[in-house]
């Protein structure tokens, strides 16, 4: 009963977005108000519509009823509540219903903060919104309906995969939903702006929010995942260059691209035809993602059961979303007036080089993904392309990169004077030159490249804080003064700080942890201990230990360092018997600037156990800086002028921004 | 104009992306399967000794190649998939009369002599693997099987059991081939 509500409720959700998808936009086109002023209750309809779906699917998850085939397969009675609920989009069809739920509350919010658009780029916007919804409907109820019975119903179901029932992996899916199904807005709006022939400030304006918000939750869902691919997986690696995790980085590559030229399309009225294809673009590779992970079109680590029908249907949608759409923008593009020129040593200069790293490192990643396939079709070889591919093409595009991104912030609008920027910059090379010679100091050896990696990052810290500090006058004004500058400073010009310190903070964890990490195997006995990097393991023994739904071996690892303790490591190796299937869970400690990993191999059979130690330098410091991105763009996102969508006069006078001109 | 081609460019290359993807789908294509290095090498270099309590010789990369088709089979007592394809096996080399070539790999000598006197011995000559043979050949795991030609070159190579549709489908086929 319940999962016939569900489904009904879905297939109205269908019947809405239809209604959304058409009057609005013939309304639009005729100026016909009563028509446009549908989309705004529609999306909140299709909210409720699909709540009401996910809610149902939900609830059937908790209560394990298992005449559902989607529970039966993918849950179990013994698991744990919190399992039961996330299992609820850890499989192909439930995932399908929590996308189109984002997706809904999405075009919900445009509906309802949406108040100062607009009517006509508010009902075109919407329309857009309700037709990608349209097509996952469909996709959701003709080839993966949740809601199917099953008789007889089997008496228990077949468990959640067990590497999936962590609570990394459990928010991981939402995340990385909110960032894809996001990057739907800016799309909407590209698609809206190309039908009505006319992009301006106020469009950047209403535009930069939704992508950020979007950025912001794929930042988190891209961290979340390498954190559990981290800890959970127990190779000690944080990113494999996996087809699946390329699929997600792409789109955040590109979204950081389109975050950046959209702030030039508000402020000078340029590079509108490269926004809109980027918004495009950027919305088309969360599709393709979508379509590489359920069609089993490249072989990766974490695939869904995959279907080659599902493949098919998702293929024809992409073919119909991202043709159509590249087709409107061929069509359409001139009709946009590109503005302002402007002069190649600028902000928007900057921005423009800004675009050209992210985009050719977006390529790059494309490329290394889909190579594989491309060679299959043609000579049938099969290769993998792996991190020594991404470690001579992307890192490459990185480094320029980074060194420019500190430039960039210090320059104004329209036209900088690059030696000035310089001149403003010797504390960041100062701090270049210091985070070189540490590296050097503290690592035997002479390790030039790290040491030239880290002083790069280390001058993009310092340069960033530089910039902060001069806005704010620090140290060169009373403290009371600074202060009051602090306040005033629009946020998302501390935003801006955040997200580029954050940056930083992760590039010289993601350094750190490339070139220093540490890998031991030994066979231990009970007492007996192992060295590495000056940290004493002592193994202490492994006693079997009952899960909830699991068995496990618990080994007891105690870490001393010159004879100080220093933590009590107890890895895992867990049997899920309903499945058969075993996981590892590593045990980690960390300093804040080194993570201690341990991992429990098999026994010898002969009171040996095979315990495996990694050494990772800085890794935390990976998390650490995507938490500050993430915290850098809702700290912007609150700034006033984003929050009301339209710039107030005091924000005109104070010249705002992401990348606000520095103030004297 | 030169503006107009330049904004259809991304539609193109789209276009072209997409040809790739629906070729992916294609039903008979299998992403996860694994090509063999192996195949149109010329036969590794080997020599293997009988399997002690066998009244088979062995063999080694000299008896291979002299104008005749051979099939040679990587097995061993402990495993269960061989057990699995064991008469499939013996049915095809009774029925072909192609000579199978047996690799007993990492095995007790007297389990592989009773596991060949349970189920019946179909090869011809049966070398004693202890690992280093399946080095040569580039062998993962047991069974595997290899199909040679006459000059001694390996034209077929299957990882995992001979069963049932793959043998009419690939093996047959590439026997009748060869032997023409």
Not at chain 1, 113 to 129: E, I, T
Not at chain 1, 185 to 207: N, Q, Y
Not at chain 1, 314 to 342: N, Q
Not at chain 2, 142 to 168: A, C, K, N, W
Request: hydrophobic share 50%; with cysteine; proline share 7%.
């Amino acid at each position: 009963m319940i999962a016939e509500l569900g489904h009904f409720a879905l297939i109205l959700a269908l019947l809405t977005a239809v209604v959304q998808g058409s009057l609005p936009m013939v309304g639009a086109a005729r100026g016909y108000m009563p028509w446009m002023s549908l989309a705004a209750p529609a999306a909140l309809m299709q909210l409720v519509l699909v709540a009401l779906s996910f809610a149902a699917l939900t609830y059937v998850y908790v209560v394990s009823d298992f005449t559902v085939v989607n529970v039966a397969e993918n849950s179990h009675s013994a698991k744990p509540m919190l399992y039961k609920v996330t299992g609820v989009w850890g499989n192909h069809e439930g995932s399908m219903v929590l996308w189109i739920l984002i997706l809904a509350l999405f075009g919900s919010m445009v509906a309802f903060f949406g108040g100062n658009l607009p009517p006509s780029l508010k009902a075109r916007v919407l329309g857009v919104q309700a037709w990608i919804g349209i097509g996952f409907l469909l996709f959701t109820l003709l080839t993966s309906n949740p809601f199917l019975r099953v008789f007889p119903a089997p008496a228990d179901g077949r468990d959640l995969n067990p590497l999936l029932q962590d609570p990394g992996l459990a928010f991981h899916p939402p995340l990385l939903y909110a960032g894809y199904v996001g990057f739907s807005m800016a799309f909407s709006f590209a698609i809206a702006a190309l039908i009505e022939g006319k992009l301006d400030a106020a469009w950047a304006r209403w535009v930069r929010p939704w992508t950020l918000l979007a950025w912001a939750f794929l930042t988190a869902g891209i961290a979340l995942g390498s954190w559990w691919a981290y800890y959970e997986l127990g190779w000690g690696g944080w990113w494999f260059w996996d087809p699946v995790e390329n699929v997600s980085f792409m789109p955040w590559l590109l979204g950081t691209a389109l975050l950046h030229s959209a702030i030039v399309v508000e402020k000078r009225d340029a590079l509108k035809i490269w926004t809109v294809l980027l918004a495009i673009l950027t919305f088309s590779l969360s599709l393709m993602g979508t379509f590489i992970v359920r069609s089993g079109l490249l072989t990766s680590v974490h695939a869904f059961a995959t279907d080659p029908e599902r493949g098919f249907f998702i293929l024809v949608l992409l073919l119909i979303t991202v043709g159509g759409s590249l087709l409107l923008f061929a069509l359409r593009a001139p009709v946009l007036k590109p503005g302002g020129l402007f002069a190649p040593i600028s902000r928007e200069g900057g921005m423009v080089l800004n675009n050209l790293f992210l985009a050719a490192a977006c390529a790059t990643v494309f490329l290394g993904t889909l190579y594989p396939l491309f060679l299959e079709a043609i000579d049938g070889s099969k290769v993998s392309v792996g991190p020594p591919f991404y470690n001579v093409t992307f890192v490459p595009l990185m480094v320029p990169l980074l060194f420019v991104m500190a430039l960039g912030p210090l320059m104004p609008w329209k036209r900088a004077d690059l030696a000035g920027v310089f001149a403003r910059l010797k504390l960041a090379a100062l701090g270049a030159l210091a985070g070189a010679a540490i590296t050097l100091y503290l690592r035997e050896g002479w390790p030039v490249l790290p040491a030239a990696a880290m002083g790069l990052v280390a001058w993009l810290f310092v340069a960033s804080l530089v910039e902060w500090c001069e806005r704010i006058k620090l140290f060169r004004a009373p403290l009371g003064d600074s202060w009051r500058r602090a306040r005033n400073l629009p946020r998302a010009a501390h935003g801006m700080t955040l997200a580029h310190a954050g940056m930083a903070i992760a590039a010289a964890g993601m350094i750190g942890a490339s070139v220093w990490n540490l890998e031991e195997v030994r066979n231990l006995r009970p007492g007996e201990s192992m060295q590495v990097a000056g940290y004493d393991y002592r193994f202490d023994g492994v006693e079997q230990i009952q899960g909830p739904n699991y068995l496990a071996d618990r080994a007891q690892i105690t870490v001393t360092r010159d004879g100080r303790p220093v933590a009590v490591l107890t890895p895992e190796k867990r049997l899920y018997p309903v499945q058969n299937m075993p996981t590892t869970e590593a045990a980690i400690h960390t300093t804040w600037v080194v993570d201690l990993y341990a991992v429990i191999g098999d026994s010898d059979g002969r009171g040996g156990w095979a315990v495996r130690i990694f050494h990772e330098p800085l890794v935390p410091w990976i998390w650490i800086g995507c938490i500050v991105m993430v915290l850098g763009s809702f700290v912007s996102l609150s700034d006033r002028r984003l929050r009301i969508g339209a710039p107030s006069r005091k924000a005109k006078a104070v010249p705002a921004g992401g990348h606000p001109a520095p103030a004297e | 104009m030169i503006q107009r081609l330049l904004l259809l460019l991304p539609l193109l290359l789209f276009f072209v992306v997409a040809g790739y993807f629906l070729w992916g789908l294609s039903p008979d294509r299998d992403p996860q399967a694994l090509p063999s290095a192996m195949v149109d090498k010329p036969t590794p270099s080997f020599d293997l000794p009988p399997v002690p309590g066998l009244e088979q010789p062995g063999f080694a990369s000299a008896d291979l190649g002299k104008g005749e088709v051979v099939m040679v089979n990587f097995f061993a007592s402990w495993c269960v998939p061989c057990r699995a394809e064991h008469p499939y096996l013996t049915d095809l080399a009774a029925r072909t009369g192609v000579p199978l070539y047996g690799i007993n790999h990492r095995d007790k000598p007297e389990a592989a002599v009773a596991w060949l006197e349970e189920l019946g011995n179909p090869y011809s000559r049966i070398g004693a693997d202890s690992g280093r043979g399946a080095v040569e050949w580039g062998v993962s795991g047991v069974p595997e099987t290899f199909i040679l030609d006459g000059e001694g070159r390996i034209r077929y190579h299957h990882r995992g059991p001979i069963l049932g549709q793959l043998i009419e489908d690939e093996v047959e086929p590439m026997l009748r081939a060869l032997r023409q």
